[in-house]
Every structure is written in structure tokens, then in C-alpha cells.
């Protein structure tokens, strides 16, 4: 399984950025994923995640209301497009999948395939 994440960089405060996770190797259709973060010094946290077919989504507080999370299973490809981007969303993004036929989980270690991550900075 690979997932590779691109779409990380600097962005000031109030801008947005549209990351995104290119999937081979799983059955991307029957997967729920999802993206987590993990800011400088802290622990790696959930973000945002979505089910198999797109119809069920889940948001961590912090990003409700400015993030969004979907896919497009054709492509096998997963989004997140983060408006009104703050100092605090700075941290390395990974797209994460769950193994197929699992529903959405906000549990990092439900999570058993990852991406390298892509560092999204945010500047006051």
C-alpha cells in the first residue's frame, strides 16, 4: 500500500490550501481515510476522516467549519481543502487508511496505513 501526500506549504494566516493523497496498493473504494497531523513537539493528532463511499464524514472540533475532507474513488484519490488556515494548523499532514470494510474511526492507531506526511505551515 502506498499514499502519497502533496499539496503542503507556506501560507499566511486567513489563506487556504488544498492537500492531496494519491492511493495504490488498496482496495481504496472499500477504505475509509482520513487525515491526521502532528504540529512540532506535540503528539499526532485526528483531523478529519470519511467513509468508503464519501457519504459519511468526521471532523475534529478544532477544523469544523474550515476544513473538508473528500474523495474521489474513481481516482483513487483523497482531499482536504483547508480555508481560514490559523498559526496552530501548522504540522506535517499524513493521509492514513483504515484496513477495507472498517468504518470511520478519529482513532489514530485504527489507522494502519500512512503517507510520509506534508508539511503545511501557517504564518501569523
Known amino acids: 500500500v502506498q499514499l502519497v501526500e502533496s499539496g503542503g506549504g507556506l501560507v499566511q494566516a486567513g489563506g487556504s490550501l488544498r492537500l492531496s493523497c494519491a492511493a495504490s496498493?488498496?482496495?481504496?473504494?472499500?477504505?475509509?481515510v482520513g487525515w491526521l497531523r502532528q504540529a512540532p513537539g506535540k503528539e499526532r493528532e485526528f483531523v478529519a476522516t470519511i467513509s468508503s463511499s464519501g457519504g459519511s464524514t468526521y471532523y475534529a472540533d478544532p477544523v469544523k467549519g474550515r476544513f473538508t475532507i473528500s474523495r474521489d474513488n474513481a481516482k483513487k484519490m483523497l482531499y482536504l481543502q483547508m480555508n481560514n488556515l490559523k498559526p496552530e494548523d501548522t504540522a506535517v499532514y499524513y493521509c492514513a487508511a483504515r484496513r477495507p470494510n472498517y468504518s470511520i474511526s478519529s482513532s489514530i492507531s485504527a489507522h494502519v496505513y500512512w503517507g510520509q506526511g506534508t508539511l503545511v505551515t501557517v504564518s501569523s
Open positions: 496498493g488498496l482496495t481504496f473504494n472499500t477504505s475509509a
